[in-house]
């Protein structure tokens, strides 16, 4: 009896926690189901898109129908009376209680309300949302505009600048309205579909064509079978291979270098085929992963003086030793990804080869501080380059070593070592004789290379600077431009500033303007004499011209810095990398052929384009098309490679057969 008893107490305590919970209002439930890639990413930078689905629309449409069936007959005379609910409220009893406010303040908060409330507010509020949106004044039309201005840019008609918060509306804003949507450019040419071939052309904008002739391709138009020609070409394409050049047929010797690769395992021995072919085959085979400790023993003469091995993952300890064992008389050494080399491995180096200059590791985490310290006292000053890329243990106290037993250093070269930072510019300012210099991508935990630190060491060793890479120091700005290169490196060829974000497009114009100033300075007095108070000539600084240029992610810089570095360096340039400098157009673009855009709008005269360029980079530049690309095609003589990854505007029209064009859509998928 005791136990049914209890058992009653029971069921009837767990009859009022549910009649409880009954009468307490639902809360809402904060499962939330998957999401995208993209969804996350927007939502983790706080770019909030508005865009329904349409299961959801759906529901909300039904869920305002049935609140509508149960509205009270009387709602309408509470409308006219102007007695409004607060937003707050979820039932029509709930306005009784409220102290009434002003019609025009009232409708605002719930015109207003956010989304997460909304679906809370009942068939009354509703109602009066939709008797606010037919009946609303200019006046009050203008004081929502006013009101929304600082939240985000809306259409300017009532109905359409509502429509985020209209549950029941088919326009919901989608991606296109965030915030941060790149601004709309004008463009020149239109894509359209050929409606012979199904093929895309460019056609401009404001061509003036008939309705029936407009979208038939040029190919078609002429009576030509563009479908067969594009077949063909990306078999050509598939045959030559990326290795051995675009639209070339491959060399006797090529076709003998892929079958060794092919068949590397069974080789006994190269024999003599020469050191560029042997660095090629070491490409090749490295590429394939198929250089091992057996296949690197072929690359092992006595009588090499350099060797580059471009992928020792699978090369152990005894493999690399053995380097030093089978190739004493070695002055150039350069091992990629040598992650399984060790302080013995160093020691064994620095023992036996006798005659090492320069030296490029990749990846020896394993090397100690106290074996790099004991490979520099033993090298001493024969070593003249040193290159180190993905090392953690290489400190400060090692570039201390490297200073003191190793000055006569040309080359010097350091990308990705967690301990780099900005206390080591005061030891590499030792260096006096620096022609190449290195800093890329240092750890971000670490203080970071400030400008101040980079003009002081310009000052003391930029004068026989050639090459200059700072790649990935976030702190670089025009700074270093203006008082560090501008005054101090009149022998430069080679820079890289790719990723540097604090410099600006004014400091480029800068930079380089300046650089053309002094070398028109010193062209008018070149067949003059000038001597100094000892009869010495006087030497002028200036700087002939760039060959190579890297100023991609540096997204600041337009049309007018583009100018400024090709009227300096148009005559020089073999190679430019502009990847993502998006607020370049197609006639900063044009530029680089030799059409340079005048003030009154016409073409300059004079101008010449890059005959030297050899290799240029436009991948991202959304303003890239085909008469951009046909015209660098014609100008630039000696163009070989143009990259064009996410250019959009361009289609498979523009052929060339001397160049290789990369990245361009629907090419890429039939190589």
């Given at each position: 009896m005791n136990r049914q008893n209890r058992n009653r107490q029971q069921q009837n305590q767990n009859n009022q926690e549910g009649d409880e919970q009954q009468q307490q209002p639902r809360q809402r439930n904060r499962i939330q189901g998957p999401t995208s890639a993209l969804s996350s990413f927007l939502r983790e930078h706080g770019i909030h898109i508005e865009n329904r689905s349409r299961?959801?629309?759906?529901?909300?449409?039904?869920?305002?129908?049935?609140?509508q069936q149960q509205v009270p007959e009387n709602t309408s005379a509470s409308d006219n009376n102007n007695t409004t609910l607060p937003v707050e409220s979820t039932s029509a009893s709930s306005s009784t209680t409220g102290t009434p406010e002003p019609a025009s303040t009232t409708t605002t908060s719930i015109l207003y309300a956010p989304r997460q409330r909304r679906r809370q507010l009942n068939a009354a509020a509703t109602q009066l949302i939709e008797a606010a949106q037919a009946t609303c004044s200019s006046s009050s039309s203008s004081s929502l505009a006013n009101k929304k201005k600082g939240k985000r840019k809306r259409p300017s008609s009532d109905s359409e600048s509502d429509s985020d918060y209209d549950d029941g509306s088919e326009t919901d804003s989608g991606p296109g309205s965030s915030s941060n949507r790149r601004p709309f450019r004008e463009r020149r040419n239109e894509i359209v579909f050929c409606d012979k071939c199904?093929?895309?052309?460019?056609?401009?904008v404001n061509s003036g064509n008939d309705?029936?002739?407009?979208?038939?391709?040029?190919?078609?138009?002429?009576?030509?079978?563009?479908?067969?020609?594009?077949?063909?070409?990306?078999?050509?394409?598939?045959?030559?291979?990326?290795?051995?050049g675009h639209n070339k047929v491959p060399s006797l010797q090529d076709t003998c270098i892929m079958v060794v690769a092919r068949y590397i395992d069974d080789v006994e021995a190269f024999g003599e085929i020469g050191p560029a072919n042997l660095d090629k085959l070491s490409k090749i085979i490295s590429k394939n992963r198929k250089l091992t400790s057996h296949t690197a023993r072929l690359f092992m003469e006595p009588t090499s003086r350099d060797l580059a091995l471009y992928d020792c993952t699978n090369i152990d300890e005894t493999g690399l030793s053995n380097i030093s064992h089978f190739c004493a008389q070695l002055k150039s050494l350069k091992l990629i990804y040598c992650g399984q080399m060790t302080s013995k491995v160093l020691d064994i180096y620095q023992s036996h080869l006798k005659n090492l200059q320069s030296i490029e590791l990749s990846g020896p985490y394993l090397v100690t501080k106290d074996a790099w310290i004991d490979f520099f006292k033993t090298v001493g000053k024969r070593l003249e380059v040193f290159k180190l890329s993905h090392s953690f243990r290489f400190n400060r106290e090692c570039l201390e070593a490297l200073a003191v037993h190793c000055p006569d250093l040309k080359e010097l070269e350091f990308s990705r070592l967690n301990m780099m930072q900005n206390n080591w510019m005061e030891v590499i300012q030792n260096f006096k004789h620096l022609k190449t210099l290195k800093l890329a991508w240092p750890d971000p935990k670490q203080p970071k290379i400030t400008s101040k630190s980079l003009v002081s060491f310009l000052n003391s060793s930029g004068q026989e600077l050639v090459k200059l890479s700072f790649a990935g120091l976030t702190l670089v700005d025009d700074q270093v431009l203006l008082d560090g290169l501008l005054e101090n490196c009149p022998k430069l060829k080679i820079l890289n500033l790719r990723g540097c974000e604090g410099i600006t497009s004014e400091g480029i114009q800068k930079l380089f303007n300046g650089w053309n100033q002094f070398l028109q300075d010193n062209e008018e007095k070149e067949n003059e004499e000038h001597e100094g108070d000892h009869g010495i000539p006087v030497i002028q600084k200036k700087n002939q011209g760039l060959v190579r240029l890297n100023v991609s992610r540096i997204l600041d810089l337009d049309d007018d810095a583009l100018k400024a570095i090709l009227i300096h360096s148009s005559k020089t340039l073999e190679k430019l990398n502009l990847h993502s400098l998006d607020k370049i157009s197609a006639r900063g673009l044009e530029m680089i052929a030799g059409k340079y855009p005048s003030d009154d709008g016409n073409t300059m005269s004079g101008m010449k384009a890059c005959e030297k360029l050899k290799n240029v980079n436009?991948?991202?530049?959304?303003?890239?098309?085909?008469?951009?690309l046909k015209l660098l095609i014609e100008k630039c003589i000696s163009l070989e490679r143009i990259d064009v990854w996410g250019c959009n505007q361009l289609t498979s029209q523009i052929t060339a057969a001397k160049t290789y064009i990369v990245g361009r859509e629907l090419e890429s998928a039939q190589q």
């Open positions: 299961r959801r629309r759906q529901e909300e449409r039904e869920e305002r129908q049935q609140q199904k093929g895309r052309f460019a056609r401009p309705i029936e002739t407009e979208n038939v391709c040029p190919p078609c138009t002429s009576g030509e079978t563009p479908n067969k020609k594009r077949k063909k070409t990306a078999v050509r394409r598939r045959v030559n291979g990326v290795a051995l436009c991948g991202f530049i959304r303003s890239m098309d085909d008469l951009v």
